[in-house]
């Protein structure tokens, strides 16, 4: 596993018991050992600063969409469309319990090369939402990253567009760091949800870091940018926070992907039922309430 530079004094102790285990011992003293970790683990995690909720939710190990899709998507079935094959988006068709959903996954680059422009993953996604409001299927977009560049604004109002007009329930929730322009688009639902370590920011700290001189001026943006879960709910830009397992969810993706599944069928359950023009309007009074100033004496 890899550990964070603010997790040295867990990786002495997850060392340790390595060694433990290899020398063939346990009992006892191993039940001693995990103990001290999940407490190093509890502490630490239940303090964390806004940076170290950045370097938590950027944690190469931590579950994307994909990773998540097979836990909680029975029978899911990937729909690829048109244009060029592009690493970061999955999307396609699958059951939660008994609901059918159309699954669409933002997921953060990974291996080598560069990837296709982001606007042919939104038009990918765009289609998916179209689909899924003439077949009457509900949403849930997962995101690990948000997906833009320079070049995909276009594209990117389509999608957002696409998500306001839906008909059916549209859930997102934010698995890792999502910042950017496209982080607009997850919002756009009827349920916005975040792990509990995951970010939600429009720009990165690392661009936001030149308005501070100080030499921690990353950890200053991060703080100011109020990207963290509880700093979101408490916007009201987020309606819910899924907790992860003790240490992150890369520690336990099949749990972090059950608490991901339980929720989405709880507000599944619970919008079925809803017209879909109470739906588009609450959806868009949601949007439009954001950064509203409150009234005096509120």
């Known amino acids: 596993m890899l550990f964070l530079e603010f997790e040295d004094g867990i990786a002495e102790l997850e060392a340790e018991l390595a060694e433990l285990r290899h020398a063939g011992g346990g009992g006892e003293d191993e039940a001693r050992l995990l103990a001290r970790i999940d407490r190093h683990l509890d502490g630490l995690y239940t303090r ?19 990773e998540i899709f097979q836990t909680i998507g029975r029978d899911f079935i990937e729909l690829a469309g048109g244009g060029a094959a592009d690493g970061r988006v999955v999307g396609g068709i699958a059951r939660i319990r008994d609901h059918g959903v159309v699954l669409i996954g933002h997921d953060r680059p990974r291996g080598g090369g ?49 998500a306001l007009d839906a008909r059916v329930p549209v ?11 496209a982080a607009a688009l997850y919002l756009c639902a009827d349920a916005a949800m975040m792990l509990e370590h995951a970010v939600l ?59 991901i599944g339980g929720a989405l069928l709880a507000r599944l359950d619970t919008l079925r039922h809803v017209e879909g023009i109470w739906l588009r309007a609450r959806r868009r009074e949601r949007l439009a309430a954001f950064g509203r100033a409150a009234a005096p004496g509120a």
């Open 171 to 181: 859930l997102s929730v934010i698995l890792g760091a999502v910042t950017g322009p």
């Open 201 to 259: 920011a429009p720009l990165p700290p690392e661009i936001a870091a030149p308005l501070w001189p100080e030499a921690d001026a990353t950890a200053r943006a991060a703080e100011s940018l109020g990207l963290t879960a509880p700093q979101m709910k408490a916007q009201g830009a987020v309606d819910a926070i899924l907790p992860e397992p003790r240490g992150g969810a890369h520690r336990d993706p099949r749990a972090t992907a059950r608490e």
């Open 48 to 66: 964390l600063s806004p940076w170290q909720t950045v370097q938590v939710a950027r944690h190469p190990e931590r579950p994307g969409a994909r």
């Open 114 to 162: 560069a990837p296709p422009p982001a606007a042919e993953g939104l038009a990918r996604s765009e289609r998916l939402l179209r689909l899924a409001d003439r077949f009457r299927l509900p949403v849930a977009i997962l995101a690990d990253a948000a997906l833009d560049d320079d070049e995909s604004a276009p594209a990117l109002a389509r999608c957002v567009e696409a």
